[in-house]
């Protein structure tokens, strides 16, 4: 019995301390977790607002082939992931793939996810699995139009433009750099929406970081060109802008709002500024532009000038006055809440879709509260399309970029979710319908011709 009394006692002490110490590692993992995920900006999507469970999916991403709504990704077993293995977990995550084989739409950022490591995919699973209350809750099916609602037909464009290469830091770069190349492209998926897409609808990385749009609203170049990027703003005000969304040039609205509450805004220090130091040293592209968007437009004296003046008719000065101003100021100049108008990157740009759809639909984000002034809007003031055109190029012509002019039509393609791309025009039933009577006349005019040059033949 002495024989075995040293290594039982070590045994049964090692025991009790590793049970001791596995609570701690379990909770380290799933701080971990959720720090990743809130780098991945998990919560943006797959919270709803309406519905507020916490990664119970059931949020409207509104794509230009139609809405597509967020899963639910707690640990239900019967509407969430709660049967998924961490095999069939980072296979949905980095394929793009679910536990059913379905091919999920690339609104999940699955072709950034890729690039996610093993180690972290399996801290993101533990977290998901033990660090998230189960909501049972069933998310909305996503019922796309034809041909787009055939989710095998993503196998071939995965094939295409599906990497699916895990992360591998760059020897000739730093390591902040390298880690900041992780968070864009991997966990952040800046790429996804800062980069043009081509006729597919997959990232033209040609142009990476060069601006794209996101339907109502406009993701812009993020390159360090001085006159097209953000290579005029400092590294202080980049990351300030990441933490806060907020800086004198430039504020985050729409989709990147919720990128910073959900996502940026949690990230430590060093994490924010390796995004800083990544984004300085991709390359420029230029997309034709002279002066940069924050260099636009100054102080107005219109609202002291014309205020009183019965014979004033012009429209967007009339609703400024009335709807803007007070928070805005007279002269455009803001205050310590509201942004000034002028020297601002949304109505210093060459397109106007962030300056409408901000008046549109409002800002919301925890400390900034622009109210929704567009037709459908649930507030008093509501404005039509051609009366938000009217103050928009009243906001353009006298505190930004006086080139860029807006159209009520224009309002409204920006209030129905923005351009069509070509391929889905394209997919139309009219289209379709058109394109097959084309084929079908120009397959019978080749078999007359045929059939006459035989006929002919014969005689």
């Known amino acids: 019995m002495r024989r075995f009394s040293l290594p039982l006692a070590i045994s049964l002490v090692t025991g009790i301390v590793s049970a001791a110490a596995q609570p701690q590692d379990n909770a380290d993992i799933i701080a971990k977790g959720k720090y990743l995920a809130q780098a991945a900006d998990c919560g943006a999507c797959h919270t709803s607002t309406q519905q507020g469970a916490p990664m119970a999916g059931g949020y409207a991403i509104h794509s230009p082939l139609g809405n597509i709504y967020a899963s639910n ?64 809750q069933a998310a909305p099916e996503t019922h796309l139009p034809f041909p787009f609602s055939i989710r095998a037909s993503m196998a071939v464009w995965n094939l295409l433009y599906a990497e699916n290469k895990t992360f591998v830091p760059d020897p000739h770069k730093s390591p902040e750099v390298n880690r900041g190349d992780y968070l864009v492209n991997a966990l952040a998926h800046c790429d996804t ?35 097209s990027g953000i290579g005029s703003w400092s590294s202080d005000e980049l990351a300030r802008y990441l933490k806060t969304g907020h800086i004198a040039k430039a504020q985050a609205a729409g989709p990147m709002a919720e990128a910073v509450e959900h996502g940026l805004a949690h990230l430590k220090e060093t994490d924010i500024q390796a995004i800083t130091a990544y984004l300085r040293q991709v390359p420029a592209v230029n997309s ?35 709807s803007c101003a ?74 930004g970029n006086s080139s860029v002019v807006v159209t009520a039509e224009r309002v409204k393609e920006l209030r129905q979710g923005g351009d069509t791309p070509l391929l889905v025009k394209l997919t139309r039933p009219a289209v379709l319908t058109g394109s097959a009577l084309v084929i079908l006349f120009i397959v019978t005019g080749f078999a007359l011709l045929r059939r006459k040059r035989r006929d002919h033949a014969a005689n």
């Open 73 to 136: 990704i707690t640990p239900s077993v019967r509407y969430g992931i709660g049967e998924y293995s961490e095999e069939e977990f980072g296979r949905a995550v980095r394929e793009g793939i679910d536990k059913q084989g379905r091919h999920l739409y690339p609104a999940m950022p699955y072709t950034a996810y890729n690039k996610i490591t093993d180690e972290d995919v399996h801290a993101l699973y533990y977290y998901f699995m033990h660090g998230v209350a189960p909501v049972e």
């Open 193 to 227: 929406c800062h980069t043009p897409r081509n006729f597919l609808l997959a990232q033209n990385n040609a142009r990476a970081f060069s601006g794209s749009s996101l339907g109502s609203w406009y993701a812009p170049n993020i390159t360090p060109d001085l006159q």
């Open 288 to 322: 034709g532009d002279s002066r940069s968007r924050d260099s636009y437009g100054q102080a107005s004296s219109d609202e002291q000038r014309l205020r009183g003046q019965k014979s004033q008719n012009d429209e967007g000065w009339q609703i400024f006055s009335g």
């Open 326 to 399: 007070n928070c805005h100021q007279p002269q455009g100049q803001g205050n310590g809440r509201y942004p000034s108008l002028f020297h601002n990157s949304a109505t210093g740009a060459d397109r106007p879709d962030n300056l409408v759809s901000a008046i549109l639909f409002g800002v919301r984000r925890d400390e900034v509260a622009m109210p929704a002034f567009g037709p459908d809007a649930d507030f008093t003031d509501r404005l039509s399309d051609q009366q938000i055109a009217d103050v928009s190029n009243y906001v353009l012509k006298n505190f």
